[in-house]
């Protein structure tokens, strides 16, 4: 859509956002695109991120490990979108071993997920043992202040996406150390 009778670009809303602010950028059907797409997508996000330290702020999210490693081989953090079972699932440590090779394999910066919900959690336990070393984005997250807390102090989750359709405030929970 154009504001002010000007459509948005990545040089502007980077330019706008300032220095110290972090992005992830969720890229849909990124398999979709040929390899000279691919190629030419790649070098013009190079060229956008080339000034300032933006390139070091932007994770770039794919849910397909050999399409996505492309970024990864340019020198873009990654993120690998996964969507594994809930835990309560027979096959769940299955389905999360396979992200995790498709994750080494690719050299991938990252993996994001649904949390799930609170009584029956993608995320758990056994996901988050399994996961430990990895670094992980997890998106709607229930709005649970003490999970909300626990995900926080917890060192591979690098983001937490509260809530789902909704806007709310818990910039209270944190992870800093005083």
């Not at 502007?12 to 691919?38: C, I, P, S």
């Amino acid at each position: 859509q154009k504001k002010d009778g000007k459509i948005l670009t990545w040089e502007a809303l980077f330019k706008a956002a300032g220095e110290g602010q972090y992005f992830w950028l969720d890229y849909k059907n990124l398999e979709h695109l040929t390899a000279a797409e691919t190629k030419e997508a790649i070098k013009r996000l190079l060229f956008i991120t080339e000034e300032g330290s933006i390139r070091e702020r932007l994770y770039i999210e794919a849910s397909n490990p050999l399409a996505l490693s492309k970024y990864t081989d340019a020198g873009f953090k990654t993120i690998l979108g996964i969507h594994p079972l809930p835990e309560q699932n027979l096959a769940a440590s299955i389905v999360i071993n396979a992200y995790k090779i498709g994750y080494y394999f690719n050299n991938i910066t990252a993996l994001a997920m649904a949390y799930g919900s609170v009584e029956n959690p993608i995320y758990g336990h056994n996901t988050e043992k399994s996961l430990a070393s990895i670094p992980v984005f997890l998106f709607h997250v229930p709005d649970n202040v003490s999970l909300l807390q626990d995900l926080a102090d917890k060192s591979n989750v690098k983001v937490i996406l509260a809530g789902r359709d909704k806007s709310i405030n818990r910039f209270q929970i944190n992870n800093c150390k005083e």
